[in-house]
T-cell receptor
Framework: DAKTTQPNSMESNEEEPVHLPCNHS???????IHWYRQLPSQGPEYVIH???SNVNNRMASLAIAEDRKSSTLILHRATLRDAAVYYC?????????????FGDGTTLTVKP | GAGVSQTPSNKVTEKGKYVELRCDPI?????LYWYRQSLGQGPEFLIY????????DSGLPNDRFFAVRPEGSVSTLKIQRTERGDSAVYLC???????????????FGPGTRLLVL
């Protein structure tokens, strides 16, 4: 499985934008990029996913580099409720696509 | 609507005992996944089902771990002869379409916290 690399932790101030980076230099052409987040004592929660084009939804935006070797999750205005561990995951279009390989993610701290 | 539910929420057992962890997926979801999460780490894949059959069980750590989904809905993860190293949060997820679809969203339950003394 292609591997992702994320910083261990990041800090943000409330109501400011947050850019969470992810490197995936070994991504293949059919791998989808997914982001999940996990709030304390809860299961992971879907945030957003994309293949090649940038994506927007009500929670966040996903910016994908032109060569697809990196991506950035953008929270436009961080709130205290956004404090969580954020996981960047690649899902491949093959027989193993049913599983998601999580790394250790980025722990986001939001300061009031 | 109802999300993925898992029971029990917490389980304390003694080394060597047998435990069963239950997962109720979102109604109509055909794919079901089990993950294990140790403290401070990301979830680790164990097994996933498409319908009643295990499509990929490559993450099960050894033959003490077994999972079933006899009617294609509820799933049970079974751990025999538990060891202290099995202590973790066991997460279940489900998805609506064909398991293996790389754009599919997985919906996770809150997990079962297993502590083996």
């Amino acid at each position: 499985d292609a591997k992702t690399t994320q910083p261990n932790s990041m800090e943000s101030n409330e109501e400011e934008p947050v850019h969470l980076p992810c490197n995936h230099s070994t991504i293949s052409g059919t791998d989808y990029i997914h982001w999940y987040r996990q709030l304390p004592s809860q299961g992971p929660e879907y945030v957003i996913h994309g293949l090649t084009s940038n994506v927007n939804n009500r929670m966040a935006s996903l910016a994908i580099a032109e060569d697809r070797k990196s991506s950035t999750l953008i929270l436009h205005r961080a709130t205290l409720r956004d404090a969580a561990v954020y996981y960047c995951i690649l899902r491949a279009y093959n027989t193993n696509a049913g599983k998601s390989t999580f790394g250790d993610g980025t722990t986001l701290t939001v300061k009031p | 609507g109802a999300g993925v539910s898992q029971t029990p929420s917490n389980k304390v057992t003694e080394k060597g005992k047998y435990v069963e962890l239950r997962c109720d997926p979102i109604s109509g979801h055909t794919a079901l996944y089990w993950y294990r999460q140790s403290l401070g780490q990301g979830p680790e894949f164990l097994i996933y089902f498409q319908g009643t059959g295990a499509a990929d069980d490559s993450g099960l750590p050894n033959d003490r771990f077994f999972a079933v989904r006899p009617e294609g809905s509820v799933s049970t993860l079974k751990i025999q002869r538990t060891e202290r190293g099995d202590s973790a949060v066991y997460l279940c997820a489900s998805s609506s379409g064909l398991a293996g679809g790389p754009s599919e969203t997985q919906y996770f339950g809150p997990g079962t916290r297993l502590l083996v003394l």
